[in-house]
């Protein structure tokens, strides 16, 4: 979807390095999310955002920080990656009673 | 919390035949809405169809059509004329008053020639 863009595409990292996701909107929506995709689980809520500068945890925080200075901005932060954070990486865009629009996710891998 | 089962991990159907995916999900909210969403191989999450809770008539969306009941909290998803696009993993999802969607663990859709 041309309005939410996820980056990098793809990226590997190191056990311990700190990683960060990002992901822009062009519309100006409430809701951010971000999800992680894994075999045999679906995807997992890991922080949500409501409006700039509100955010609140999903099902699986641990190990995540996020912030939201701007509307348009949400950007994931694995402070020290570790291997179970390997994952395809979802955000997510919605105004309120909406349908979430997807952008094309990020398979991080940690070594 | 709302939970969200798809209990058919993976399933089959020839081309031009008709396949039905089964969800069953749990919700102590009376107003929200069920989703379904399609991922490819090449990973893109597409919306295939919504269906607001308070609404009584199933959605449709050309060959893509929904059994919803309410009552039983069961949403499945109906394939009509299976073509080889339809190849996927199908995610059943459900959305409350505090928009966060929770998804079930999909099921495995292959379209055979």
């Known amino acids: 979807d041309a309005g939410i863009t996820q980056s990098p595409r793809y990226k590997i990292t190191e056990t311990g390095r700190q990683v960060t996701l990002m992901c822009h909107q062009t519309?100006?929506?409430?809701?951010m999310f971000w999800y992680r995709q894994d075999l045999g689980h679906g995807l997992r809520l890991i922080y949500y955002?409501?409006?700039?500068?509100?955010?609140d945890k999903g099902e699986v925080p641990d190990g995540y920080v996020v912030s939201r200075s701007k509307t348009e901005n949400f950007p994931l932060t694995l402070e020290s990656a570790t291997r179970s954070q390997t994952s395809v990486y979802f955000c997510?865009?919605?105004?309120?009673?909406?349908?979430?629009?997807f952008g094309n996710g990020t398979r991080l891998t940690v070594t | 919390a709302q939970t969200v089962t798809q209990s058919q991990p993976e399933m089959s159907v020839q081309e031009a035949e008709t396949v039905t995916l089964s969800c069953t999900y749990d919700?102590?909210?009376?107003?929200?809405?069920l989703f379904w969403y399609k991922q490819p191989p090449s990973r893109q999450m597409i919306l295939v169809i919504r269906?607001?809770?308070?609404?009584?008539q199933n959605a449709t969306e050309n060959r893509f059509s929904v059994n919803f009941q309410k009552a039983a909290k069961s949403f499945s998803l109906k394939i009509s004329d299976s073509q080889l696009g339809d190849t996927a993993m199908y995610f059943c999802?459900?959305?409350?008053?505090?928009?966060?969607?929770?998804f079930g663990k999909g099921t495995k859709l292959t379209v055979n020639p």
């Open positions: 997510a865009v919605s105004p309120a009673h909406s349908p979430l629009h």
């Open positions: 519309w100006s929506h409430s809701y």
């Open positions: 955002s409501a409006a700039a500068d509100i955010t």
């Open positions: 919700t102590s909210e009376n107003n929200y809405y």
């Open positions: 269906q607001e809770a308070y609404k009584q």
């Open positions: 999802a459900h959305q409350g008053g505090s928009e966060k969607l929770v």
